[in-house]
């Protein structure tokens, strides 16, 4: 498949997913019973695995071998860890909010990577 369609594919998914974590991460700080919901259950692993399966072709059509692609897994990993303890594991709204606006920041980070092809970001 074409290159430009994965990557196309991989940067809608990456901007619905931080979109749709904003409105969770929302719900769960709010404790909205909406949060339980099905749909809002399976929906970010959906988005998570096209942006993920997207990601790896791509690594493997440039060549997975450079370091910035490492700094985007790894950070894809912190990204999902501190996010569960904004929608789930966090103890108190408090608590959830504060991993919410961490994960937005991580977020970025990695956006950054991506555009400049660097692990240092927008400070690239
Ligand atoms: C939350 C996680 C991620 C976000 C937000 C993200 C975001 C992006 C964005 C915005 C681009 C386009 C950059 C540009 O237009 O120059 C991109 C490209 C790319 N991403 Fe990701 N990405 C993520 C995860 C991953 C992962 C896990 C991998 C590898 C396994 C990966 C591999 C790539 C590759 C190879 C490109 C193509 C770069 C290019 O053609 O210039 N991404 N990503």
Redesign the pocket.
């Known amino acids: 498949m074409h ?1 430009y369609f994965i ?1 196309h594919l ?2 809608t998914s ?2 619905l ?2 979109l749709f974590f904003i409105v969770r991460a929302f719900w769960s700080v709010t404790e909205s019973a909406i949060l339980q919901k099905r749909v809002v259950k399976i929906l970010p692993h959906v988005i998570d695995t096209i ?2 399966v ?3 072709i ?2 493997a ?2 060549g ?1 071998h ?1 370091p910035w ?1 490492l700094t ?2 790894v ?2 990993l912190f ?1 999902i860890g501190v996010g569960t303890i904004a929608i789930k594991r966090g103890r108190t709204p408090k608590t959830r909010a504060i991993a919410a606006v961490i994960a937005v920041l ?2 970025a980070y ?2 950054g ?5 660097n692990p240092a970001s927008w400070l690239a």
């Not at 990577?113 to 092809?117: F, K, L, S």
């Open positions: 290159y990557k991989h940067v990456a901007a997913l931080i942006l993920l997207c990601g790896i791509l690594a059509m440039i997975a450079q692609i985007k897994i950070a894809l990204y991580i977020f990695i956006v990577v991506a555009i400049n092809h």
